[in-house]
Nanobody
Framework: QVHLVESGGGLVQAGGSLRLSCAAS????????MGWFRQAPGKEREFVAA????????YYADSVKGRFTISRDNALNAVYLQMNALKPEDTAVYYC?????????????????WGQGTQVTVSS
């Protein structure tokens, strides 16, 4: 059974930083893109960032570009999201996802494995 487990969420003041981690088990994602999405209360789940299998290409939502950095360690079957200069509007549950079926990395439907999410709360 495949599991994606996020960690590293929490409460932080505006301007602060957090580093999210996602550990995968049950299958390797080293040949596939991985992504991060987030969902705020009352809103749709939205794309945050994605990374190709070899880490050579990364993709970001405009709202986080320049503040967030996605990375991965294929030896550990893990993906990370470094979040700097956090804003209250970044408050959401953050989900890690793996895409083995192809499709645009920007779309939720391209991802077939999801974690349970980790809460990030940014206070003003």
């Amino acid at each position: 059974q495949v599991h994606l487990v996020e960690s590293g969420g929490g409460l932080v003041q505006a301007g602060g930083s957090l580093r999210l981690s996602c550990a995968a088990s049950g299958r390797t994602f080293s040949s596939y893109p991985m992504g991060w999405f987030r969902q705020a209360p009352g809103k749709e789940r939205e794309f945050v960032a994605a990374i190709r299998w070899n880490g050579e290409r990364t993709y970001y939502a405009d709202s986080v570009k320049g503040r967030f950095t996605i990375s991965r360690d294929n030896a550990l079957n893990a993906v990370y999201l470094q979040m700097n200069a956090l804003k209250p509007e970044d408050t959401a549950v953050y989900y890690c996802a793996g895409s083995t079926s192809g499709g645009s990395v920007y779309y939720r439907t391209s991802y077939d494995y999801w974690g349970q999410g980790t809460q990030v709360t940014v206070s003003s």
